[in-house]
C-alpha cells in the first residue's frame, strides 16, 4: 500500500478521500490554488503544496503543476477525485510516465469512454444496449435534420466532447433542429473547443439509473448495485437515491452485468459508474464515468463499503477480497446537494461569502462539505458546496430524515439549492417514487415556499430598525455583524410585546 | 415607524413603536408577539413568538435582508417612508417592462434586440453565458427597447443594467 498520495482536488471530494487516506495511515498531500489558500482542504492534509494561480486553469487543471508537487513531495500516486484532470487521458499517462501510480483506470479506458462516439462504438460490440441513433457526428445542420428524421423524434443533440450535462439539446420538432444544432454547435465549440454534435432518439419519462463498478488489476469486477439520479435540472443531479425504487433484485442483476460488460470491455480498473436510461422496464447505456462520482456516497451507506478505499486497494495492485455475493444491499440512502444557486431565479449562479454557518448532524446523517465560516464562494469553480447524505432502514424514514436534516442547515451568506430539494422530498411523486428525470424541472420554484412570512417581516423590520439606529451613531457602527450588539435604551436582546394571546402565527 | 416590504415578492407593511424602551410590532395591522436572542455576533437568533421557537438566520444590509427559518429562505426587500416615497415615482416611470438587469455576473454573447425595437412579453434581448451555459435573457413584459446598455462581449457584474424597456406603442387596430 502507499505511504503517501497526492490529491489533485480541492472541496468535499478532497476531504472525502483524505479521511479514508488518513484511516489506512496514508499520507496525504494537497494541492491548493491561490483562492484556495484557506480552504479545507488546505488544512487537512499532512503537506499543503501551493499551486498559484486564481483559477483552475492556472492550478487544478495544470498538470505539470501537479505532477511538480509529487515529485517534491515523494508521493507515490495521484488520487484525481472527480471533475478537473479526472478524466484527461493524457495527464493519466503522464502520471504512470512519471513512475506514478493513477489511482483510476487505464487512459485507454478514459479515452474511450470519454469520447461519445468511440464509447457507442465499444459498447455496441461488447453487446450493451444502445439508445438509437447516429454512432458518427452529423456533420452539419442539414445532416442533423436528416439523422433526426432517420432516428425519429424527439431527439437529443449531444456535444461529442460534453459531458455533466453540458452542450445537451432536446427537440421536438422537426423544424427546429436546425436552428437548436445551430446554438448548441456553437455552445460546445465555446465550451469544450469542439463543436461536433451527435443525434439519438430522446426517450420520454426516463428515469437515470446508473451501476456502481469496481475492478482490480487480476480480471475480477463487482457490481454494488444502482443509483437513482432522476432529479436532476439541465442534467445536473440534485438528488440521488440507493436503492432505485423501479429496480427490483432480477433487474439489479442483470443491470450489473451488462455494466461489468461495459467495463471490461475497455480493460476497467477501478471505481467507475455505468449511467444508464431507464424506461418501462428497458435500459440503455448512456455512458460510463471512469472515476468515483460524486453520489458514491449512497452506494457507501446501502452497502457499507468504503469506496474510496477500494479504490486505493485497487491501485495499489491487490485483488478485490469481495465477490459479487458478498455485496449485500440494506436500508435506503438519500444524497442532496448543496450547490451554490439561486432557486427562485431558475438555478442561477449564486455567490458570497459564507457566514453564519450550521451543517445538520445527528444519527444516520452524513456531510461530506468543504464549507466554512468566511469561505468565498465564486464563479471560477464548481457551484457543489457540499452533500447532506442520510440512510434509514427504509425509504420513508431516509426522506423524513433528509427534510429534518435540511431544516438543520443553514448556509448564510450564499444561496443554495436545498430549498429545491425539500420541495422535491415534499413531492408527492418523489414520496410514491413515481418520477422521472423531468420531475425537477416540472416544479415551479419561483416562488419561495416558506409559512412564516409574517415572522420573516417583523425580523426584518426590527432590525432594519437597529440598523438605522447604529449608522445614526457613526459609520463604523453600520458593519452588518452584530447588528443587535448595540442596541441600548433598555432594548438589550429583547424586542417585547404584549400582543394578544396567541399573535399570529 | 412604518416600513414597506417585500416578502418573497408579497407586500407587507410592518409598523414599529417604541414605548417605554420596548417595542412593538404589527404586520398589516396584526400584532405580531416576538421576543428573541442573539445567539452570536454571525447573525442566529432564537425568535419566540406565538409560543414557539425558531432558530434564526438573518443577513444582510439595509434595503435587502434574507432570513433563513426552518430550511426555507424568506427574501425581504425594505424601505423606510422616505425610500417608499421616492421609488413610487421609479416604479411608475418603469411600468411596461422597465430596466432589465443582469441577475448573475457573465458575459454577453449576443445581443438581440436594437434600441427602437418591439418586444413581445418573453422575447430573447439577449444572451448571456455564465458558468459555461448560455441563458437567454428575456423581455418580462411586451414594450419598447429605449436603451441596450451591453453589446457582445461586454462583461457584467450582477445587477448591471442590460436593456431598458419602455411601455408598449398604442395599438393602432384600436
Known amino acids: ?505 | 415607524m412604518k416600513y414597506y416590504l417585500e416578502v418573497n415578492g408579497r407586500e407587507r407593511l410592518v409598523e414599529l413603536r417604541e414605548r417605554l424602551g420596548e417595542l412593538s410590532v404589527t404586520v398589516d395591522g396584526e400584532p405580531v408577539e416576538l421576543a428573541y436572542e442573539r445567539i452570536d455576533e454571525e447573525g442566529q437568533l432564537l425568535v419566540l413568538s406565538g409560543g414557539r421557537s425558531y432558530g434564526v438566520s438573518i443577513e444582510g444590509d439595509t434595503d435587502q435582508i434574507g432570513i433563513t427559518i426552518a430550511g426555507h429562505l424568506y427574501d425581504v426587500r425594505i424601505e423606510d417612508e422616505r425610500e417608499h416615497a421616492a421609488h413610487a415615482a421609479e416604479r411608475e416611470a418603469s411600468r411596461g417592462g422597465g430596466r432589465v438587469t443582469s441577475v448573475m455576473p457573465g458575459v454577453v454573447v449576443e445581443v438581440l434586440v436594437a434600441r427602437g425595437a418591439e418586444v413581445a412579453a418573453g422575447q430573447p434581448l439577449l444572451v448571456l453565458e455564465a458558468m459555461k451555459m448560455q441563458n437567454e435573457i428575456a423581455a418580462p413584459a411586451a414594450g419598447v427597447v429605449q436603451e441596450v446598455f451591453v453589446e457582445q462581449g461586454s462583461a457584467v457584474g450582477a445587477g448591471a443594467p442590460l436593456v431598458q424597456l419602455g411601455p408598449p406603442p398604442e395599438s393602432e387596430d384600436s
Not at chain 1, 453487446?127 to 425519429?152: F, I, K, N, S, Y
Not at chain 1, 437548436?180 to 461536433?196: C, K, L
Not at chain 1, 442483476?253 to 418501462?280: K, N
Not at chain 1, 479504490?311 to 440494506?330: I, M, N, T
Open chain 1, 1 to 505: 500500500m502507499f505511504k503517501r498520495i497526492l490529491i489533485a482536488n480541492r472541496g468535499e471530494i478532497a476531504l472525502r478521500v483524505i479521511r479514508t487516506a488518513r484511516e489506512m495511515g496514508i499520507e496525504c498531500v494537497t494541492v491548493f490554488s491561490e483562492f484556495d489558500r484557506r480552504a479545507l482542504h488546505t488544512r487537512m492534509g499532512h503537506i499543503a503544496i501551493p499551486l498559484g494561480g486564481e483559477l483552475p486553469g492556472e492550478s487544478y487543471l495544470v498538470g505539470e503543476k501537479i505532477l511538480r508537487a509529487a515529485k517534491e513531495t515523494g508521493a507515490e500516486a495521484i488520487h484525481p477525485g472527480y471533475g478537473f484532470l479526472s478524466e484527461n487521458a493524457g495527464f493519466a499517462r503522464a502520471v504512470t510516465e512519471a513512475g506514478l501510480t493513477w489511482i483510476g483506470p487505464p487512459p485507454d479506458a478514459i479515452e474511450v469512454m470519454g469520447d461519445k462516439i468511440e464509447s457507442r462504438r465499444a459498447m455496441q460490440a461488447a453487446g450493451v444496449p444502445l439508445v438509437p441513433g447516429q454512432t458518427d457526428p452529423a456533420a452539419d445542420a442539414e445532416a442533423a435534420v436528416a439523422a433526426a428524421r432517420e432516428v425519429g423524434l424527439p431527439v437529443a443533440l449531444k456535444a461529442a466532447a460534453g459531458g455533466g450535462g453540458k452542450g445537451i439539446r432536446i427537440v421536438r420538432e422537426l423544424g427546429e433542429v436546425e436552428s437548436a444544432f445551430r446554438t448548441a454547435s456553437g455552445e460546445a465549440q465555446n465550451a469544450f473547443g469542439d463543436g461536433r454534435l451527435y443525434v439519438e432518439r430522446y426517450i420520454d419519462q426516463p428515469r437515470h439509473v446508473e451501476i456502481q463498478v469496481m475492478f482490480d488489476q487480476h480480471g475480477n469486477g463487482i457490481h454494488f448495485g444502482e443509483r437513482e439520479c432522476s432529479i436532476q435540472r439541465r442534467h445536473q443531479k440534485l438528488v440521488e437515491e440507493c436503492p432505485a425504487v423501479v429496480i427490483d433484485a432480477e433487474l439489479r442483476e442483470r443491470m450489473g452485468e451488462v455494466a461489468l460488460r461495459a467495463g471490461r470491455a475497455v480493460g476497467y480498473v477501478g471505481a467507475g459508474t455505468v449511467e444508464f436510461l431507464y424506461s418501462g422496464g428497458e435500459f440503455f447505456f448512456l455512458e460510463m464515468n471512469t472515476r468515483l462520482q460524486v453520489e458514491h456516497p449512497i452506494t457507501e451507506m446501502v452497502t457499507g463499503v468504503d469506496l474510496v478505499r477500494e479504490q486505493l486497494l485497487a491501485a495499489s495492485g491487490e485483488a478485490l477480497r469481495l465477490a459479487q455475493e458478498d455485496v449485500r444491499f440494506q436500508g435506503h440512502a438519500i444524497e442532496v446537494r448543496i450547490n451554490a444557486e439561486d432557486v427562485p431565479s431558475g438555478f442561477l449562479p449564486a455567490t458570497g461569502t459564507v457566514r453564519n454557518l450550521r451543517l445538520p448532524a445527528g444519527p444516520w446523517v452524513r456531510v461530506d462539505s468543504g464549507l466554512y465560516n468566511g469561505l468565498e464562494v465564486g464563479l471560477a469553480y464548481d457551484p457543489l458546496l457540499a452533500k447532506v447524505i442520510v440512510w434509514g432502514p427504509d425509504r420513508g424514514v431516509a426522506i423524513a430524515r433528509m427534510r429534518r436534516a435540511l431544516e438543520e442547515l443553514n448556509v448564510g451568506g450564499v444561496r443554495t439549492s436545498a430549498p429545491a430539494a425539500i420541495a422535491v422530498l415534499d413531492h408527492e411523486a418523489f414520496q410514491g417514487g413515481e418520477y422521472d428525470t423531468h420531475l425537477l424541472e416540472s416544479l415551479d420554484l419561483s416562488s419561495p415556499r416558506g409559512r412564516e412570512e409574517d415572522l420573516a417581516a417583523a425580523l426584518a423590520a426590527v432590525h432594519r430598525f437597529h440598523g438605522a439606529r447604529r449608522r445614526g451613531m457613526g459609520p463604523e457602527a453600520g458593519d452588518r455583524a452584530g447588528w443587535l450588539a448595540r442596541s441600548r435604551e433598555g432594548l438589550s436582546d429583547h424586542v417585547r410585546r404584549a400582543g394578544r394571546a396567541g399573535g399570529r402565527a
